[in-house]
């Protein structure tokens, strides 16, 4: 029983939110004349003791106390005698437990945010550096169309400020405070709910005293932020380890975030982007783990909630680490403009260029002008040339209104810098939005 009922291993983590919560509650009593003044000062005082203890790496964690609350409690009695007995009055380990993980999830939250936000602006710097280079773009992983190297990143700018809203998102909701609904009907003391919350941090105290207890939504969304973060980061990683082969060639990441072979000394291995790819896998776990915790559950507190946190907190030092460790490798890689733009013009991948150039010019229905570009494809094809390179007889022997002037749509610097409609990948608008990104995460910076 000891074995399995034990959680000091892992709660100890929440060791800081524990004090909080204590300090926001006795302070509240005390005011509130439910404790006198004098065991207040005592009891806040052994709490300040504790966290000195905390911080130095003296406190002594002890399984037989079997959780972080019981283990302060414990000290704080040692620490200051039959006055910290009061402490726990107006409250239970449900509520208790319930605001300390609300801390914590929402400390994580932020902290998710601000690490989204560094990595976001390394994607900026590099893609403000390339707004210009060429890179083929890809469906299906084939050539289709030229587009940017800044376009290709600015991508994931957009990406990961959906993450960064989600997890704000999840905040907002997850901002009221358990604290005061005690075991599972609330209390009988005259406690002010509205006090503690305020002094939390919170924006509120929550509403239903056995929804208090019990709900883990807050810690279900987060994590749905987290896999879908983590996703993302794995795309990036996935695209990275494809770009540094050198059949692909496109960028170089230094010895920082490569690895070397045990027995091919010439291997440069992506193993950073590795492992972030595969940590998706661990932060979507943690979300289907307590999705199974929590699915049959009836009101209010189980023991099976212990369960809630292991899950959250392995996969918030994923995110964490993969977020600082993909920021690292943003500001490490460097492309190779010469290769990513000799890749631009490849697979015929300006066909739509020649396509809308025959909308635009000859005024053809667009079914029919693609028809007459998959005739040009077809016989760029046979001649072993590029559509740029096709001679304007064959391009007539095909359709004989076509001009000279089509020449002018037809390389790919052609093809990016045409297609300026909003969130094209044309320069000019590239920068459009690293300057709107730019402006955004400044006002952010400012709060």
Not at 335 to 361: C, H, K, Q, Y
Request: charged share 20%; net charge negative; proline share 5%.
């Amino acid at each position: 029983m000891q074995a399995i009922n034990v959680s000091i291993g892992f709660d100890r983590r929440l060791a800081a939110q524990d004090l909080a919560g204590s300090r926001a509650h006795v302070a509240m009593l005390s005011k509130q004349g439910v404790i006198s003044s004098q065991d207040a000062t005592a009891i806040q005082g052994g709490l300040d003791a504790i966290e000195a203890e905390l911080q130095a790496g003296t406190f002594p964690f002890r399984e037989e106390y079997e959780d972080i609350h019981m283990n302060v409690e414990a000290r704080l009695t040692e620490l200051v005698g039959p006055a910290a007995g009061r402490l726990h009055t107006a409250r239970s380990r449900n509520d208790q437990v319930a605001v300390d993980f609300r801390l914590w999830v929402k400390a994580a939250c932020e902290d998710a945010i601000a690490r989204i936000e560094t990595l976001q602006r390394a994607l900026l710097a590099k893609a403000e550096a390339h707004a210009e280079t060429l890179m083929p773009g890809f469906t299906h992983l084939q050539p289709a169309q030229p587009i940017t190297f800044g376009h290709h990143l600015m991508a994931y700018v957009e990406m990961f400020g959906r993450d960064a809203s989600r997890f704000h998102d999840a905040v907002v909701r997850m901002n009221e405070s358990p604290l005061g609904a005690a075991a599972l009907a609330g209390s009988p003391f005259a406690i002010d709910r509205f006090a503690t919350a305020a002094a939390l941090g919170f924006d509120r105290p929550t509403a239903n005293s056995l929804d208090s207890v019990s709900d883990r939504d807050f810690a279900l969304e987060a994590l749905s932020a987290a896999s879908i973060a983590s996703l993302h980061l794995s795309r990036l990683a996935e695209e990275i380890v494809i770009w540094i082969t050198p059949q692909f060639g496109f960028i170089r990441l230094s010895d920082a975030f490569t690895t070397g072979s045990s027995i091919m000394p010439q291997k440069r291995n992506p193993d950073a982007a590795e492992l972030i790819r595969a940590k998706v896998g661990r932060v979507l776990g943690s979300l289907t783990q307590l999705t199974v915790v929590m699915k049959g559950l009836p009101l209010a507190y189980s023991k099976d909630m212990q369960e809630d946190k292991p899950p959250v907190f392995d996969a918030f030092d994923a995110l964490d680490l993969s977020l600082s460790a993909m920021a690292g490798m943003v500001q490490d890689m460097e492309p190779n403009p010469e290769r990513m733009g000799a890749a631009a013009g490849a697979g015929f991948s300006t066909a739509t260029d020649l396509a809308d150039w025959l909308v635009r010019a000859l005024d053809l229905p667009f079914r029919q002008a693609h028809h007459i570009t998959g005739q040009a494809v077809k016989r760029a094809d046979q001649l072993g040339v590029g559509l740029s390179d096709m001679p304007l007889q064959a391009l007539q022997a095909i359709d004989p209104r076509i001009t000279a002037e089509v020449f002018g749509v037809l390389t790919p610097e052609a093809s990016v810098a045409s297609r300026t409609s909003y969130g094209g990948t044309a320069p000019v608008r590239v920068r459009e939005q690293i300057g709107r990104w730019k402006a955004l995460l400044q006002k952010e910076t400012l709060g």
